[in-house]
C-alpha cells in the first residue's frame, strides 16, 4: 500500500535552514506530482511546494518562493524539502502528500519549529 514517511523536523533558530525527507513506497514514485503542506495550530492545511512527475516542474506558496526548495531522487524515491531563512511564521507540522487517481495520501507529519 501507499506509504509515506517524513522526517527531518526539529527546533530551528530563526534565520537557520532545515531539510525535510519523504520516504515513499507503494506506487511508481516517478509518475505523481508530490507536495508538501504545513499547518500550524488553529489554522488549515496549507500547500507551500509541490513538483510535477517526469519532468519534475516545481511549484511554491508566495510565501516560501524564494526560501524553499523542492526536489525529488527517484532512485531513492525521496521528495525533499529544503528550508531556508526560516521565520517564526514557518512554525507547523509539515506533511509529504500524492495524489493518486484521484485520492489524497499523507504522511504522518513532522514538527519543525523555529524559535530562538
Known amino acids: 500500500q501507499v506509504q509515506l514517511v517524513e522526517s527531518g523536523g526539529g527546533l530551528v533558530q530563526p534565520g537557520g535552514s532545515r531539510t525535510l525527507s519523504c520516504v515513499a513506497s507503494?506506487?511508481?514514485?516517478?509518475?505523481?506530482?508530490m507536495n508538501w503542506y504545513r499547518q500550524a495550530p488553529g489554522q488549515e492545511r496549507d500547500v507551500v511546494a509541490s513538483?510535477?512527475?517526469?519532468?519534475?516542474?516545481?511549484h511554491y506558496a508566495d510565501s516560501v518562493q524564494g526560501r524553499f526548495i523542492i526536489s525529488r531522487d527517484t532512485v531513492k524515491n525521496t521528495v525533499y524539502l529544503q528550508m531556508n531563512n526560516l521565520k517564526p511564521e514557518d512554525t507547523a507540522v509539515y506533511y509529504c502528500?500524492?495524489?493518486?487517481?484521484?485520492?489524497?495520501?499523507w504522511g504522518q507529519g513532522t514538527q519543525v519549529t523555529v524559535s530562538s
Open positions: 502528500n500524492a495524489q493518486i487517481w484521484g485520492r489524497d495520501y
Open positions: 507503494g506506487f511508481t514514485f516517478s509518475r505523481y506530482r
Open positions: 513538483i510535477t512527475g517526469t519532468v519534475g516542474i516545481t
